[in-house]
């Protein structure tokens, strides 16, 4: 994987991932085998421990789920052990999710796979807006400053407008998101998205429900 030459620092790249017969192979067995859940918009698969949409960190109520037998070829292998969390995500066109970061205090290395149609990633660092083409069997790392001081999120809407002024539709796309449980606390210390230090300063992280995320990003 090679680092993009943009800010944030810390977003690695590896275009072609799996090829296009691999990737038509795992979207057949995720529209044909898989049962998910019955509600429209963005909906989610998990794999490993339950990823909690209300901390962003694990949930603790639900028990570990073995990796099924598709998704242990495309487990990263740039890391010392497996990821401890996957999430299988289905965004139907026009569905996005508020910018975010993963909890720091739950989660060190952040993986994320895409397939299907393209669509574009914005991060956020105050006033700065950074768009990133999330390009179909593309793999994306966020380390660092990608990471820790930028969130990320994809806008609700029917099109997305390219560099070039093109207008590109939204179509149906998945996205594979891999986490790895920290070990020891995060030390970045920014108190505007770090649950550590935000406990370390006697605040505690506000809790907000899948509902109230997704009325923010509408």
């Known amino acids: 994987m ?3 030459p943009i800010e944030p620092k810390g977003i690695f790249w590896q275009d072609d991932f799996v090829n296009a017969e691999h990737e038509q192979r795992l979207i057949e067995i995720f529209r044909t085998e898989l049962k998910w859940p019955d509600r429209p918009g963005r909906i989610s698969l998990h794999y490993g421990y339950t990823f909690d949409y ?3 960190g694990i949930d603790p109520d639900i028990p570990y789920k073995e990796f099924p037998e598709w998704l ?3 487990i990263p292998t740039t890391e010392s052990r497996p990821p401890e969390q996957v999430c299988l995500q289905y965004y139907p066109p026009g569905a996005g999710i508020p910018p975010h970061t993963d909890a720091h205090m739950a989660y060190d290395q952040l993986y994320a796979l895409s397939l299907g149609a393209p669509t574009i ?4 660092k105050g006033e700065n807006r950074v768009d990133v083409d999330l390009k179909p069997r593309s793999m994306m790392q966020m380390t660092g400053d990608s990471r820790l001081h930028w ?3 994809i806008k609700k809407r029917k099109n997305d407008t390219l560099v070039d002024g093109t ?3 939204r179509e149906d796309r998945w996205s594979i998101t891999y986490r790895w449980v920290r070990e020891g606390e995060c030390e970045c210390g920014n108190l505007d998205l770090c649950d550590v230090a935000q406990r370390r300063n006697g605040v505690e992280k506000e809790k907000r429900s899948v509902k ?3 009325a923010k990003d509408s």
């Open 72 to 74: 242990q070829p495309l």
């Open 2 to 4: 090679e680092e993009l």
């Open 167 to 169: 207008v590109r539709p």
């Open 151 to 153: 969130t990320h999120g």
């Open 121 to 124: 990633m914005q991060f956020r």
């Open 54 to 56: 209300k901390t962003f």
């Open 212 to 214: 109230e995320l997704a």
